[in-house]
């Protein structure tokens, strides 16, 4: 078979990797005082940012969905980052409906408040949080997409490094790929690496594997700008 050859499969959802997260939803604030209206957890993966200033990014959701009306009541949620170790919590808020259990006293998770918002709960378990205020609801067809702005970010302490910088591979998050979870890899690049400078790429991958490999690629790509004549 010809190793260039594809295969059609139609249109699906066949984008991937994508973030599974846990976005955090509830009525109401009566949560925070041991209310009836308790809070709540969805599984999403239709997710992703869609804006830099203001931050923006939305989520997809079924109207059926127990948290739908909570997301369409509050007008606010919390976008959850996911670690290996909450993998299995994670996909059972996903197979799971809210009308029928009570996902964070059933996982033994813990709702807190969540900056910038004032109904929506941060899960605490989480190793970093999304605040987010819905702008605009958009009906697509099998899920309304909820756009919002992130007003916040709160990232866990333990997963700063002594400059300040976050070190998200600590966080040992998860991706989505086409109904499976995957573990995340070793970083093997950054933004803008394919043009940095050797002094750059030593600071930013210290790994003298990983260096050789983007140095070879630099070199590859000099080689054909050079024979192309343009970039």
């Given at each position: 078979?010809?190793?260039?050859?594809?295969r059609?499969?139609?249109?699906?959802?066949?984008?991937?990797?994508?973030?599974?997260?846990?976005?955090?939803?509830?009525a109401?604030?009566?949560?925070?005082?041991?209310?009836?209206?308790?809070?709540?957890?969805?599984?999403?993966?239709w997710?992703?940012?869609?804006c830099?200033?203001p931050?923006?990014?939305?989520?997809?959701?079924?109207?059926?969905?127990?948290?739908?009306?909570?997301?369409?009541?509050?007008?606010?949620?919390?976008?959850?980052l996911?670690?290996?170790?909450?993998l299995?919590?994670?996909?059972?808020?996903?197979?799971?409906?809210g009308?029928?259990?009570?996902?964070?006293?059933?996982?033994g998770?813990?709702?807190?408040a969540?900056?910038?918002?004032?109904?929506?709960?941060?899960?605490?378990?989480?190793?970093?949080?999304?605040?987010?205020?819905?702008?605009?609801v958009?009906?697509?067809?099998?899920?309304?997409?909820?756009?919002?702005?992130?007003?916040?970010?709160?990232?866990?302490?333990?997963?700063?490094?002594?400059?300040?910088?976050?070190?998200?591979?600590?966080?040992?998050?998860?991706?989505?790929?086409?109904?499976?979870?995957?573990?995340?890899?070793?970083?093997?690049?950054?933004?803008?690496?394919?043009?940095?400078?050797?002094?750059?790429?030593?600071?930013?991958?210290?790994?003298?594997?990983?260096?050789?490999?983007?140095?070879?690629?630099?070199?590859?790509?000099?080689?054909?700008?050079?024979?192309?004549?343009?970039?």
């Amino acid at each position: 078979m010809d190793s260039a050859s594809f295969r059609a499969i139609g249109p699906t959802t066949y984008l991937c990797p994508t973030p599974t997260v846990l976005v955090g939803c509830a009525a109401d604030a009566a949560w925070r005082s041991g209310g009836a209206n308790r809070p709540n957890l969805i599984t999403i993966a239709w997710t992703g940012i869609c804006c830099s200033k203001p931050p923006m990014l939305s989520i997809s959701v079924r109207p059926e969905r127990y948290s739908h009306a909570l997301l369409t009541q509050s007008g606010e949620f919390t976008v959850n980052l996911i670690s290996e170790e909450l993998l299995h919590a994670m996909d059972l808020c996903g197979v799971k409906s809210g009308r029928d259990m009570d996902k964070f006293g059933s996982l033994g998770l813990h709702p807190m408040a969540a900056q910038g918002l004032e109904i929506a709960p941060a899960l605490q378990e989480a190793p970093a949080y999304l605040s987010c205020k819905v702008r605009q609801v958009i009906t697509l067809g099998s899920h309304d997409l909820f756009l919002a702005e992130i007003v916040d970010v709160c990232v866990r302490e333990s997963f700063f490094n002594v400059d300040g910088s976050i070190d998200e591979q600590a966080m040992a998050l998860v991706a989505f790929v086409h109904g499976k979870y995957r573990a995340l890899g070793k970083e093997i690049g950054f933004f803008g690496y394919s043009v940095a400078s050797e002094d750059v790429l030593r600071r930013r991958l210290p790994h003298a594997a990983a260096n050789q490999n983007v140095r070879a690629g630099k070199r590859s790509g000099k080689r054909l700008l050079r024979k192309d004549g343009k970039a």
